[in-house]
């Protein structure tokens, strides 16, 4: 699909390599306010997909497919502007210069006697990859094989106490089929922005990187 032709060529990496560092999609109900992250079509403490979506495990509330979206949505800009707000930061652990100005140095650090090399704290290439981890949380083909970053590990607090059989995931990724894709074009639309970005940034701030 469009998202997977965006795919810079590590294509042979397990989206739990290639998602290590992002952070999570945390929805929260908007009947009682309780907040989960959501991982796709699997095992949660929190929520679980039914036959016509997902709801809320604590409260029973159904989510309406606009109150995913727009959480989804509004999380996807509040990446972007921390990718917009431009921040660097002195690479060095012990300096912890931070500053949104990028001296006319280049990218040498500007405290005193450091050595340290000044990167953006949010990459063009973070932002990317984030986008696409939330998109292969609706991504029917994942759904199915089961192929998403997992959430919880063993031993984690809130380790799923149920699980999914393989069969539940394959039918449960086909009733909610409109409800993935509606999800999924979400983050098209941001994401072929950043794709072309991501290129010619690529070249811009190759001194950066
Ligand atoms: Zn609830
Ligand atoms: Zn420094
Ligand atoms: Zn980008």
Redesign the pocket.
């Known amino acids: 699909n469009s998202i997977d032709s965006l795919q810079p060529l590590e294509t042979t990496i397990s989206d739990m390599e290639r998602f290590a560092e992002v952070a999570l999609l945390e929805l929260s ?6 907040e989960f992250p959501f991982g796709g079509i699997i095992a949660s403490n929190y929520y679980q997909m039914c036959y016509n979506g997902l709801q ?6 159904m989510f309406t497919p606009l109150q995913i979206s727009s959480q989804l949505e509004s999380c996807i800009r509040s990446h972007i502007s921390l990718y917009y707000a431009g921040w660097l930061t002195c690479d060095d652990s012990t300096c912890g210069n931070a500053t949104r100005q990028i001296s006319v140095f280049g990218k040498r650090c500007l405290n005193d006697g450091c050595t340290g090399v000044m990167r953006y704290r949010y990459s063009d290439k973070q932002l990317y990859n984030q986008l696409l981890y939330f998109g292969s949380l609706f991504d029917r083909e994942k759904n199915k094989n089961q192929e998403l970053k997992p959430l919880y590990l063993t031993g984690d607090s809130d380790f799923p106490k149920d699980s999914l059989k393989e069969s539940s995931i394959r039918a449960l990724s086909e009733q909610n089929r409109e409800l993935l894709e509606v999800n999924q074009g979400v983050v098209q639309k941001y994401l072929s922005d950043c794709g072309r970005r991501y290129v010619d940034m690529g070249s811009i701030f190759d001194f950066m990187v």
């Not at 109900?29 to 309780?34: E, H, S």
């Not at 809320?56 to 509330?61: G, I, P, S, T, V």
Request: glycine share 0%; with cysteine.
């Open positions: 109900c908007p009947n009682c306010n309780i809320c495990k604590k409260c029973e509330h």
